[in-house]
């Protein structure tokens, strides 16, 4: 992700050395002398990220973010300041500011404070983008992980080649919302998506369920002919999550629909024909399963021509920006509010989680800290206790 960092200083011998520690860091840069050169970048719209010296020889520095309030672009300000005193720090951060520093500058925490607005970028860049795309209905984020850009990669190729997909992963980090991405983004985007959790089905209903039966087959069944999910998906996606709870005896049924592309509704006699994708999901070890004769292995191979592992949100953390901004967009719209971001310290929080619910706990805590939020922005108080005990 590409980020601009303004450096407005107008001491040429500490202008110099704050741009090469940011350009070292991997950051665009722009630098500004006065205040009015400062103010046309902004209004540009060229920069994310301000590094604003307070006393400039044609301005005061916490002008300038009042000011942006007037325009399109309102980049996050890192204010430096020669006075170190309080009443300016209470001044400065009042103003708008995400941090300020007193000269001369500490780089170490000034790193770490570019970090965190670039975080910040991130999550209002997902935001933006969210509300482009919502009605698209492809509500999927990357991130900037590396894993989750080969994972993207391999489901968007998945998608175009109509290849069966395994997606393996812990409860909560997305699988099925990968499932629907591959939907949306492939050429079966146009036909049926049909979702089934076979945990939450009771074992005698999950055959009916998958593979319908003809009028009149059993005792109490309805005189009219039921469609299986398998006939509803011809042509779409089937997308079974928790495969590893499907009964041993149904397993063997879908291996060979898989395999002949074709089946038998219970009680019939005339083979059904499909042309379906299966995307099958399990937070289960499969193989192991496989081992302990739980699952086929026969079928494991069928559903598995091309299986993505989904890593824990804890291993993803550089990605809780953007999935933060999502999610703010997502119960802007649920919960009719207006909520624009989150500030740094809650954000900080909310990336020294282990997350073991993963994404959907993260969900969940955005929902709440939006329920509590009185403002514009979530701030630490509004998340939950246990995560604002362990930022401090």
Known sequence: MSITVLIVEDEENARVPLEALVKAKGYNTLTAATYAEAKEQVRRGNCDVVLLDMQLPDGYGPNLIIEMATMPYHPFVIMVTGFGDIETAVEIMKSGAIDFFTKPVDFTRL???IKRAADMVAMRRELDHLREEQSQNVNFVVGKSAKMKEIVELAWKAAQKKANVLITGETGTGKDVLAKYIHNVGTRRLNSFVGI???????TMLEIELFGYEANSFTGSSQKRKIGLLEVADNGILFLNEISSMPLEIQAKLLTAIESQSFLRVAGTQPVNVDVQVISASNHNLPEMIESHEFREDLYYRLKVIEI???????RLEDIPELVGYFIAHYNMHM?????????????ALQNQL???NIRELSNTIERAMIFCDGVKINLSDLPLEITKAKN
């Not at 959790?197 to 074992?203: H, K, R, S």
């Not at 592992?309 to 291993?315: A, G, N, S």
């Open 336 to 348: 009719a509010m207006n909520v624009e971001g989150i500030d740094s310290k809650a954000l900080d």
């Open 309 to 315: 592992e989904m890593p824990p949100l804890r291993e």
């Open 197 to 203: 959790n076979c945990a939450a089905i009771q074992n």
């Open 355 to 357: 997350w073991r619910g």
């Open 111 to 113: 790193e770490k404070s």
